[in-house]
């Protein structure tokens, strides 16, 4: 027996940020986020999250491959499934002040993918 998907359920988190921490070896044909430095990064936004006080209502998880990979490092934040590819330390702040703090995109750090 099957039932409809609830319209909404009550959210345990107002956004939830995945990001990709797959490590391939460095000359690997698919490349990772790994590869591409991601692993500071997220240490940097854990921390941010942490240090802000926000944990209880931003979720952060370390994930595996989102399949874009060449991209990378990439992460996404919900419900807006809005992608991001970091570059530096800087750009970490800027999403999770921008992004995260202020409602607003981080525009010129948004990646757009496509299948
Ligand atoms: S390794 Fe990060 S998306 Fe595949």
């Known amino acids: 027996m099957s039932m409809k998907l609830p319209e909404e359920l009550p959210q345990l988190f107002k956004r939830h940020i995945f990001a990709c921490a797959t490590q391939r070896p460095p000359m690997h044909p698919r490349g990772s986020c790994g590869s591409n430095s991601a692993q500071p990064l997220w240490e940097r936004m854990g921390k941010k999250i942490e240090e802000s006080g926000l ?4 979720g952060f998880t370390i994930a595996g491959c989102m399949g874009f990979c060449s991209a990378g490092p990439l992460m996404v934040i919900y ?3 809005v992608w991001y590819r970091p570059q530096n330390e800087d750009d970490i702040d800027r999403i999770f002040e921008s992004h995260v703090r ?5 525009q010129d750090l948004v990646v757009v993918l496509s299948r």
């Open 102 to 106: 202020k409602d607003q995109l981080a």
């Open 79 to 81: 419900p807006e499934g």
């Open 55 to 58: 944990s209880a209502e931003v």
